[in-house]
């Protein structure tokens, strides 16, 4: 069987002795000392051999039911971050996680596998969380957890940055402090919500009406995004 079944212990009685009348009780042991706590729901984790009392009503004999344990898949557990809302494709932790072929994955969102996750290559992680991966080599199944940290984005402050007189030249670099204001952060200016187009010179730009800049603050790990706003007056 595989590592971790359950079987039903009663199952086998007729082929250990199919006569009627009889009865059956099971051990853990030769000696028939330990009952098996439940025989139609005996977890099998390692080959293991299991012993049935039969009994006529006038005598008693044993049997020995031995099983074997198939070699379950691989399936190890993987840790990764990302930043928080981020969203991540689980399936590229496939080869981590057992990167045998012919093997196939199920992805679900509790331990007990009853939540498939929607859409495993596109999921969306604002805190920390933990997915499980069924994995399942045709003969056996095996389950390895995927444990997702949320590494905090780094602060991105909107900010107003008031009216100019039209034509004026403004550096946009001397907002840095209040959108963020943290060592060790870079920023890049764009002049569209889409982070297409770079500001050519973030310290000297001519605003002629009003606009909005979009600043991606980067703090090595995450990035986040501010808009910068200027009217005109």
């Not at 049997?63 to 344990?69: C, E, H, L, R």
């Not at 003969?139 to 444990?147: D, L, M, P």
């Not at 107003?160 to 209040?178: I, M």
């Amino acid at each position: 069987v595989c590592p971790g079944s359950t079987v039903d212990l009663t199952a086998l009685e007729p082929a250990i002795n199919p006569g009627a009348g009889l009865t059956f009780s099971w051990f853990e042991d030769i000696t028939l000392t330990t009952p098996v706590p439940d025989p139609t729901n005996a977890v099998v984790n390692a080959a293991t051999s299991f012993f049935a009392e039969v009994d006529d009503g006038n005598c008693q004999a044993i049997a020995q039911i031995d099983f074997g344990v198939l070699a379950g898949p691989t399936a190890n557990d993987v840790n990764i971050n990302v930043c928080a809302g981020s969203s991540v494709d689980l399936t590229t932790n496939e080869g981590a996680v057992n990167g045998g072929a012919g093997v196939t994955y199920a992805y679900f969102e509790d331990a007990a596998l009853t939540t498939p996750v929607a859409d495993p290559a596109n999921v969306t992680v604002t805190t920390d969380v933990t997915f499980f991966v069924q994995v399942d080599d045709g003969t056996c199944t095996a389950v390895a957890q995927i444990i997702v940290t949320a590494d905090a984005q780094p602060v991105a402050n909107n900010v107003n940055a008031g009216n100019v007189c039209p034509g004026s030249v403004v550096d946009l670099t001397a907002n840095e402090a209040a959108i963020n204001g943290g060592a060790g952060i870079t920023y890049s200016y764009f002049t569209d919500a889409g982070l297409t187009t770079p500001v050519a010179d973030p310290t000297t730009v001519t605003i002629a009406a009003g606009l909005s800049f979009f600043v991606q603050v980067d703090d090595g790990s995450c990035q986040a995004v501010a808009q910068l706003d200027y009217g005109v007056r």
